[in-house]
């Protein structure tokens, strides 16, 4: 009689142990990973329409704001700076003016005001899996694209009214988007890995947001200060995103490469130092978030 025992079958594919993954939290100035953010661009597009998603899901005009708060504050500012303070903007009507400056600012604005707090909204999701942090001040901040796509259209719509077409120098607007969008990427990376430890920054950034406005050539012509303090507007990254979205779409005045070039340099350096103190910090988010 064989006692001998039968080798055992083997287990099926669908029993296989899956492969071991080691994650390692980033060292301290570790560069950005780009390969784990590239693998992350789905949740980044996720987390991106998500935002979109909540935030006119229950407006009673639902996307309508995107065109709305532009139209207002547009506006507003041209009846104070416009019919009664009669701030003079050559080659342009005043509302057409403002308008184009407000639509890369308000992009600004929103996405760095969403984006200092996405951190800390986003406490769940960071304490219980591991993806690259990166990705929600990232998404927060491409969350506000479509609103300045939508109200980009409006204003060729009012240039319409106006008698105005938009200019050949419309080709060069994806670049000074995209320097806004370098602009507030820069900003959101500091307030958001602050605002995990400083809940101060969830008051304070609205606030330094509403002056830096009256401090970007937004509603008014940066003639209107005295020509040796000019250079001043080269240290606010967004002086140029405005004033070249502004001579791109309209093609008033004349190119602000000068002004782009030196919002440029200060940007890269700001979202530098940004993703060197973002690197030094994320891997405490989980423990005090």
């Known amino acids: 009689m064989n006692t001998t025992a039968p080798p055992p079958r083997p287990l099926p594919a669908a029993h296989a142990v899956p492969p071991l993954r080691d994650i390692t ?23 991106a329409q998500r935002d979109v998603k909540v935030r006119y899901k229950q407006a009673f005009i639902g996307i309508a704001w995107a065109v709305l708060q532009p139209v207002l504050m547009m506006v507003i500012f041209a009846v104070f700076l416009g019919a009664l303070a009669h701030v003079h903007t050559p080659g342009l009507p005043y509302a057409v003016f403002a308008f184009a400056g407000l639509i890369p600012w308000l992009f600004f604005a929103n996405g760095v005001g969403s984006a200092a707090d996405s951190l800390v909204s986003n406490a769940n999701l960071i304490s219980k899996v591991y993806f690259p942090r990166l990705v929600i001040p990232l998404a927060s901040v491409s969350s506000w694209l479509l609103d300045m796509v939508i109200a980009t259209l409006v204003l060729i719509a009012m240039m319409a009214v106006y008698g105005l077409a938009p200019a050949r120098t419309v080709v060069f607007l994806p670049v000074f988007m995209a320097l806004a969008v370098l602009s507030a990427l820069a900003v959101s990376l500091w307030l958001s890995a602050l605002n995990v430890a400083y809940r101060d920054i969830h008051y304070a950034a609205p606030f330094f947001i509403q002056i830096a406005l009256f401090l970007t050539p937004v509603t008014f012509p940066p003639t209107l200060l005295p020509l040796r303090y000019r250079w001043l507007f080269g240290l606010n990254p967004m002086s140029g995103a405005v004033e070249g979205f502004r001579w791109a779409i309209t093609g008033a005045g004349s190119a602000p490469w000068s002004a782009a070039g030196a919002s440029l340099a200060i940007a890269g350096a700001v979202l530098i130092l940004g993703l060197r103190y973002f690197r030094k910090v994320e891997q405490f988010f989980a423990d005090v978030i």
């Open 25 to 47: 939290p980033p060292k301290r100035f570790s560069p950005v990973r780009a390969g784990e953010l590239w693998r992350a661009r789905e949740l980044l597009y996720f987390l």
